[in-house]
């Protein structure tokens, strides 16, 4: 099946400094990818549709200023966390589409981010 | 709004139990269904999908679900469980963007 690799796993920063969060496919090309928050023991949360080669469509009430959504290639979107704050701690999963396949998406394995 | 509800937040069940877990959902668009699994530790992986045609879908491992549109219901179910079942069960639906529930925590005892 179609591979979604994120990096890295997990991340621990301070306050204030910014962190960039990858996410791959690995043998496919994704048209569209897409941004997802867990709180703990809670269900995923959609931040943003990243779309290649134009800009990230963010959903009510998720800064974009904040989390930068780039999506330069085919293969690859980062998510950049900026001016980190403890309350930005959490665990970022990325989804990716297949470029004419339909509906369905294949998931990262998700990256922890520690803000302290 | 679009929004999916999954009744059972936390469910425990023995080896060999029946499974059914229940997800509502409310969409405006063209209807694609979803339940996706989580091991601990491990990602979301897809474990059957809806996108038209029969209504009784069969996934992996075993899981199946039906899609009752007069309801609005995509319910999960699976005749005998295995204690590998243990993982959080998603419900999701979607057509441009996939929107997920809050997941029900199943629990198998050995």
């Known amino acids: 099946g179609a591979v979604v690799s994120q990096h890295p796993s997990w991340v621990i920063c301070k306050s204030g400094t910014s962190v960039k969060i990858e996410c791959r496919s690995l043998?496919?090309?994704?048209?569209?990818m897409f941004w997802y928050r867990q709180f703990p023991k809670q269900s995923l949360m959609l931040m943003a549709t990243s779309n290649e080669g134009s800009k990230a469509t963010y959903e009510q009430g998720v800064e974009k200023d904040k989390f930068l959504i780039n999506h330069a290639s085919l293969t690859l979107s980062t998510l950049t966390v900026t001016s980190a704050h403890p309350e930005d701690s959490s665990f970022y999963i990325c989804?990716?589409?297949?470029?004419?396949?339909?509906?369905?998406?294949?998931f990262g394995q998700g990256t922890r981010l520690t803000v302290v | 709004a679009q929004s999916v509800s999954q009744h059972n937040h936390h469910v425990i069940l023995s080896e060999a139990a029946s499974l059914e877990l229940g997800c509502n959902y409310s969409y405006g668009g063209t209807v694609n269904l979803f339940w996706y699994v989580q091991y601990p530790g491990q990602h979301l992986q897809l474990l059957l999908k809806?996108?038209?045609?029969?209504?009784l879908v069969k996934g992996i491992k075993g899981f199946e679900a039906e899609f009752i549109k007069s309801k609005f219901s995509f319910n999960l179910r699976k005749p005998s469980v295995q204690w590998s079942d243990t993982a959080e069960y998603f419900c999701?639906?979607?057509?441009?963007?996939?929107?997920f529930g809050k997941g029900t925590r199943l629990h198998i005892l050995p």
């Open positions: 989804s990716a589409r297949v470029t004419g396949g339909g509906t369905e998406a294949f």
């Open positions: 999701a639906v979607g057509d441009d963007k996939i929107i």
């Open positions: 809806y996108f038209s045609g029969d209504p």
């Open positions: 043998d496919f090309q994704a048209t569209t």
